[in-house]
Antibody, heavy 120, light 108 residues
Framework: QVTLRESGPALVKPTQTLTLTCTFS??????????VSWIRQPPGKALEWLAR???????YYSTSLKTRLTISKDTSKNQVVLTMTNMDPVDTATYYC????????????WGRGTLVTVSS | EIVMTQSPVTLSVSPGERVTLSCRAS??????LAWYQQKPGQAPRLLIY???TRATGIPARFSGSGSGTEFTLTISSLQSEDFAVYYC??????????FGQGTKVEIK
């Protein structure tokens, strides 16, 4: 059974760095072809893909946010970590992690999401 | 970046009706398009991938069609549990992976 769960702070201040952790089970990022992405959704708005990390440590980022994002993994803990620097109130959103498979770049399993509010 | 445009923004429908949602891409996607359903307070759920293949456990009343730049999600007979927001997502040309702005299916 594949599950993913996001964790991190519910509130961050402007200019701070956000660190989110996706802890997953039912698959391993040492398995060829498996990948984990981060996606966010501001309240009442659409989904926005942020970053993807592959089993072979290849990394891909949103064009508009790439200077602020870093994605990494800890395969021993089955975790993928996303950091976003210089947080702003417009970054207030629910942040999701989701699984994809290389060559099949749709999201077959999602976490429940974590709401991050950026406010002073 | 490929821009995905969904129409209509909102659709008011009665249970039992047939529903057709549209998704248009700014460039050809071949068949590299997925559809998701999202209910309030929940994560999106994969419905359709490769434009027309239902994901595991998705009822047969959901169907997808199209290729190139024009795609359709059809719900043959809307059930009460189908009232939700539906998103399309392209994966033909990336990064970035991009989503449409969503279509809300609400009770008439």
């Amino acid at each position: 059974q594949v599950t993913l769960r996001e964790s991190g702070p519910a509130l961050v201040k402007p200019t701070q760095t956000l660190t989110l952790t996706c802890t997953f089970s039912g698959f391993s990022l040492t398995t060829s072809g498996l990948c984990v992405s981060w996606i966010r959704q501001p309240p009442g708005k659409a989904l926005e893909w942020l970053a993807r990390l592959d089993w072979d440590d290849d990394k891909y980022y949103s064009t508009s946010l790439k200077t602020r994002l870093t994605i990494s993994k800890d395969t021993s803990k089955n975790q993928v970590v996303l950091t976003m620097t210089n947080m702003d109130p417009v970054d207030t959103a629910t942040y999701y992690c989701a699984r994809t498979r290389d060559g099949y770049n749709y999201f077959d399993f999602w976490g429940r999401g974590t709401l991050v509010t950026v406010s002073s | 970046e490929i821009v995905m445009t969904q129409s209509p923004v909102t659709l008011s429908v009665s249970p039992g009706e047939r529903v057709t949602l549209s998704c248009r891409a700014s460039q050809s996607l071949s068949s590299n398009l997925a559809w998701y359903q999202q209910k309030p307070g929940q994560a999106p759920r994969l419905l359709i991938y490769d434009a027309s293949t239902r994901a595991t456990g998705i009822p047969a009343r959901f169907s997808g069609s199209g290729s190139g730049t024009e795609f359709t999600l059809t719900i043959s007979s809307l059930q009460s549990e189908d009232f939700a927001v539906y998103y399309c997502q392209q994966y033909n040309n990336w990064p970035p992976l991009t989503f449409g702005q969503g279509t809300k299916v609400e009770i008439k």
